[in-house]
């Protein structure tokens, strides 16, 4: 039976699995990270009636290496490559993209909009090696990134764990700029906010 992350490349679209990490492992010097990393997929381009949020929500592969890092984002996630309302996620082991999700439930997340599909891919891979490089002052805060691929504007958000701490945010956030290079303003919302009125309620800007 196929695993999880096996189906999830499947039903992306996807031509190759990284079948050859365990081989590359066991090879060759492995980089070990600080912490172990999650893929997670979602796809609700084809949303089944009636169906919970999040019911869609499939993860892929745990990775903990520089090198399984590479081979996983080469060979799959490329948010570009993706149809619309498809989305990435790469969260911390352990912790599920979901309000829910105890580490995730009194957070909030940055926001940024992307109109180019090469800037989106940008702006992942970016985020992604920061966050594995713990380039952030305040990586215990961190939750992770969701990329949103739509068909007109995507979206990258990072997640973090405490929403009211106006200071930690602010800084995560101005860092966050620095590293995709983007200049125009970007906003923080909380979780919360989302959850009781159903919209976007902007807390913080940087």
């Known amino acids: 039976m196929a695993?999880?992350?096996?189906?999830?490349?499947?039903?992306?679209g996807a031509t190759a699995a990284p079948a050859?990490?365990?081989?590359?492992?066991?090879?060759?010097?492995?980089?070990?990270?600080?912490?172990?990393?999650?893929?997670?997929?979602?796809?609700?381009?084809?949303?089944k009636q009636g169906a919970a949020w999040g019911s869609s929500l499939r993860k892929g592969y745990t990775f903990e290496t520089v090198e399984?890092?590479?081979?996983?984002?080469?060979?799959?996630?490329?948010?570009?490559?993706f149809p619309a309302n498809a989305e990435f996620h790469l969260f911390k082991a352990g912790i599920e993209p979901k309000w829910e999700d105890p580490e995730c439930a009194n957070g909030g997340k940055w926001t940024v909009i992307s109109n180019r599909k090469t800037h989106l891919d940008a702006m992942w891979l970016e985020t992604l090696m920061a966050l594995i490089g713990e380039?952030?002052?305040?990586?215990?805060?961190?939750?992770?990134?969701?990329a949103s691929?739509?068909?007109r504007q995507d979206k990258?958000?990072?997640w973090t764990k405490t929403a009211s701490n106006e200071a930690t945010q602010m800084s995560i956030g101005r860092k966050w700029k620095e590293i995709i290079d983007v200049?125009?303003?970007i906003s923080y919302s909380f979780h919360d906010d989302s959850r009781r009125e159903k919209s976007t309620r902007v807390r913080y800007n940087v």
Not at 68 to 81: A, T, V
Request: glycine share 4%; hydrophobic share 35%.
């Open 3 to 12: 695993s999880e992350g096996e189906m999830m490349v499947e039903s992306a």
């Open 68 to 81: 399984e890092f590479w081979c996983l984002y080469d060979q799959i996630f490329r948010p570009s490559k």
């Open 183 to 185: 200049t125009d303003k």
């Open 156 to 158: 990258v958000a990072l």
């Open 135 to 146: 380039q952030f002052e305040e990586n215990d805060e961190i939750c992770g990134v969701v």
């Open 20 to 47: 050859e990490m365990g081989e590359m492992s066991e090879t060759k010097p492995r980089h070990r990270l600080e912490r172990k990393w999650t893929f997670w997929f979602d796809n609700q381009s084809k949303p």
């Open 149 to 151: 691929v739509r068909q």
